[in-house]
């Protein structure tokens, strides 16, 4: 009787090693769940078979939104499907990286960036640089703080003041309905890419979203893009 009491007190003792791994995927992915904007281009792959060198282009994820939810489930577009937790072999140590498919069925592994918080996508075979996703949130949020700040500052000022007042909130409401262009078709201007600045040219314009292209790249690698990724160009 001793020793089946001891094997039980030793049983109920071991650690419950399936909750902490539970415990550890679910902090891991907390900082990728919510909504995302994603651009992913196409690109032209070459691969040598039978000492013959083939062309293939793999179609992108023109401006998807990504929504990653708690059970690591997700839908990119049309595509639903469950991330997967990898440990790629161009991974770098520290990191937390997933695996995600598209709707052509293209994979790719990511990260999330912290400083900047966005989602770094890598292609899944090579490694290679693939896009950037940004928080879809992140627009509308900065157009909400804009106009809280300054109904902050005027309410300050005198009853004389009211009636501009009203009416300069009622044009950000607009603004925000109908959207001033800040950028001309054709101008010059920097676009921001995972966290560096590059020069590139203003082609359409379609609501709040610009259609741009980088200097020295062709049209394969055109995005849409939100005003918060892109700035006047500098007379540096």
Not at 15 to 40: C, H, M, R
Not at 145 to 157: A, G
């Amino acid at each position: 009787m001793k020793t089946i009491i001891s094997c039980l007190c030793i049983f109920f003792l071991l650690p419950d090693y399936n909750a902490s791994e539970k415990t550890k995927q679910i902090n891991s992915l907390t900082p990728f769940i919510g909504n995302w904007e994603v651009w992913i281009p196409g690109a032209v792959t070459y691969t040598l078979k039978d000492a013959d060198l083939y062309r293939e282009y793999k179609p992108g994820a023109p401006m998807n939104k990504l929504t990653i939810k708690s059970d690591a489930s997700y839908m990119w577009g049309d595509k639903k499907g469950v991330l997967k937790r990898v440990n790629p072999w161009y991974g770098e140590e520290g990191r937390v990286y997933f695996r995600i498919s598209d709707k052509n069925n293209n994979f790719y592994d990511f990260w999330h960036k912290k400083e900047s918080n966005q989602l770094i996508f890598l292609f899944g075979e090579v490694g290679g640089h693939a896009a950037t996703g940004t928080r879809w949130e992140a627009n509308e949020n900065a157009v909400v703080t804009s106009i809280n700040e300054d109904n902050k500052s005027n309410s300050n000022k005198n009853a004389s003041a009211l009636g501009n007042l009203k009416e300069s909130a009622n044009n950000k409401v607009d603004k925000k309905v109908t959207p001033i262009l800040k950028y001309n078709i054709g101008e010059k201007i920097e676009i921001e890419w995972s966290g560096s600045w590059y020069k590139g040219i203003i082609l359409e314009n379609q609501g709040e979203k610009y259609k741009i292209r980088y200097d020295g790249w062709g049209e394969l690698y055109d995005e849409w893009i939100h005003p918060n990724r892109i700035r006047k160009l500098s007379s540096k």
